[in-house]
Nanobody
């Protein structure tokens, strides 16, 4: 397992942008797939985006495709989620997760390391 710490959340107006960061501990983070999930009040946790451990494959939920972009910088042990054209329905607590040798699954049970979350609030 790795320890994950998210940052970059905040309050933004609809149409605005944010960049979330997920910093990982450990020298083997390059062998981990990383995913972003979110959970709004009263709703279940949902998949947002993921990147394969090789970085060669990414996946996005339909609701964010074309607006969000996931990337990784293994030299910095960090995964990013760039969020553009934000909508009020994007408001949620955003979590970073990691799975060693993973393909970047949409299934949260595949991930064994989770961060504490960072809050994103989009005002209309």
């Amino acid at each position: 397992q790795v320890t994950l710490v998210e940052s970059g959340g905040g309050l933004v107006q609809a149409g605005g942008s944010l960049i979330l960061s997920c910093a990982a501990s450990g020298r083997t983070f390059s062998t981990y797939a990383a995913g972003w999930f979110r959970q709004a009040p009263g709703k279940e946790r949902e998949f947002v985006a993921a990147v394969q451990w090789t970085g060669g494959r990414t996946d996005y939920a339909d609701s964010v495709k074309g607006r969000f972009a996931i990337s990784r910088d293994n030299a910095k042990n960090t995964v990013y989620l760039r969020m553009n054209s934000l909508k009020p329905e994007d408001t949620a607590l955003y979590y970073c997760a990691a799975e060693q040798w993973g393909s970047g699954s949409r299934n949260p049970t595949r991930y064994d390391s989770w961060g504490q979350g960072t809050q994103v609030t989009v005002s209309s």
